[in-house]
């Protein structure tokens, strides 16, 4: 059975997929992730997490776009690398926030269609009682 991914291992797949430079397929990014995850995962359970589809259809589309690095000696080269890496990081986390306020319309108008107020909304969260299996004494 195939493992489930947690937190940590979908943060390491999207670096990962943030990397990339010349070529990108989901079959590679089993491959490349499976000595840093401890197994391999499969294409379809890479492509169930919204995380990972997005960055890998961004990193995508930036690879079809035909970036493309030039010859430098080894420091400008790793300096290059980075960039490209925080570029795409950071485009990819713009698509995410993005998505997060789309959703975030959603569930403010779903929550005025069913009559919340705002004080409502913002109500602090009940604290959670975590004795109150020991007795007492």
């Excluded at 589809?53 to 035909?66: D, M, R, V």
Aim: proline fraction near 4%; hydrophobic fraction near 35%.
């Amino acid at each position: 059975m195939a493992k489930h991914l947690a937190g940590k291992d979908i943060d390491i797949i999207i670096n990962q997929i943030d990397s990339v430079r010349d070529k990108l397929t989901w079959e590679g990014l089993c491959d490349a992730v499976a000595p840093l995850i401890g197994t391999r995962p499969t294409r379809q359970t890479l492509n169930a997490h919204e995380r990972v589809k997005t960055a890998f259809a961004l990193k995508k589309e930036q690879i079809k776009s035909g970036f493309k690095s030039s010859k430098r000696p080894a420091s400008l080269a790793i300096a290059e690398q980075r960039i490209s890496r925080l570029e795409s990081e950071n485009e990819r986390l713009k698509r995410e926030n993005q998505l997060l306020l789309q959703r975030f319309a959603t569930w403010q108008y779903n929550a005025y269609k069913h009559g919340m107020t705002p004080a409502k909304l913002d109500a602090p969260l009940s604290a959670i009682d975590r004795d109150s299996s020991e007795k007492k004494g």
